[in-house]
């Protein structure tokens, strides 16, 4: 009874009864009860200090921070009380600036977990992973305005950017230009009739270029020819796919493809090793990725 009444007395207090309402929606730091309340620090910590005395309130410590939050339930004697707390009137506008505060909280945790996910920084990651190989021959088939051609020309000795679009190798020159890259030859031909000379090269980078071509089995062919023996292949492609309008819109001849199809090609034009990893979908793209690696046998 003497607890009872203690309480009853103790939210006599408005900005005590304010702040327990806030508490009864959210865990809250002292801090955030300071902007929300707008009363100084030591008064919300004063208020908090009776809140919990009378066991109305509980802390917690989450990421260096203590909150605060309501330690009854409704079986509990002085719940009507939280009750009346909940239900008073809000004319300061304290739920509003609760819920603004709530939503920025919301933004803050997704940035945070976006930015802790290592693949946040998969640029980084492989730009990193990529400088530990040794300095390799690379051809770029189907380089397009040469994103992956300039990426790779970081640690590459050399990269052989081919497209049959003028347009795109234009926009793949300038982007060469721009970051600095001078060990990128950019030629403009047929994938399937290559002039790169047999038995050169080191790796062969091929991302998404395999849907546009006339004859997949003959351009992984000409891979196989141009690479040195123990020579490696990386394959990017969509997997199969009902999205028909890619074939006018984008120019794609293969609505994706299977990868065991891709994988008995490979092996037909004469690569072993072969590793496999499909990309799981990303939201609501009709579109997967998989990637393949192989290499040349000797
Ligand atoms: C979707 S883009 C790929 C761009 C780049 N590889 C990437 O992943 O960002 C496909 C490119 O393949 C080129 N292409 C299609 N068929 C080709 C062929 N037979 N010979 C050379 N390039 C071809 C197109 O011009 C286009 O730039």
Partial sequence: M????????????????????????????????????????????????????????????????????????????????????????????????????????????????????????WFLWAGALASLLPALDVADFGCGTGVLSVAIARWASRVWAIDQSEVALTQARERAAREGRSNIRFLREDLHRLSLPSGERDLVVISQSLHHVESPPAVLAEAARILKPGGKLVLLELMPHDERWVLERLGHRHLGFAPETLEASLREVGFGALTRDTHAREGASPFRVFLITGVKQS
Avoid at 46 to 75: C, D, M, N, V, W
Avoid at 99 to 118: C, M, S
């Fill in 2 to 121: 003497e607890e009872l009444s203690q309480s009853f007395r103790a939210l006599g207090d408005p900005t005590r009864l304010r702040i327990l309402r806030l508490m009864a929606r959210a865990p809250l730091n002292v801090s955030e009860l300071v902007s929300l309340v707008g009363v100084a620090q030591s008064s919300v910590s004063h208020h908090l200090g009776k809140l919990k005395g009378l066991g109305l309130i509980r802390e917690e410590r989450q990421a260096g921070f203590t909150y605060y939050s309501l330690a009854l339930g409704p079986e509990d004697a002085r719940w009507p009380l939280i009750r009346l707390a909940r239900e008073a009137a809000d004319e300061e506008g304290d739920l509003a600036r609760l819920e603004d505060l709530l939503r920025q909280r919301e933004d803050r945790q997704a940035l945070n977990e976006r930015l802790l996910e290592p693949g946040q920084s």
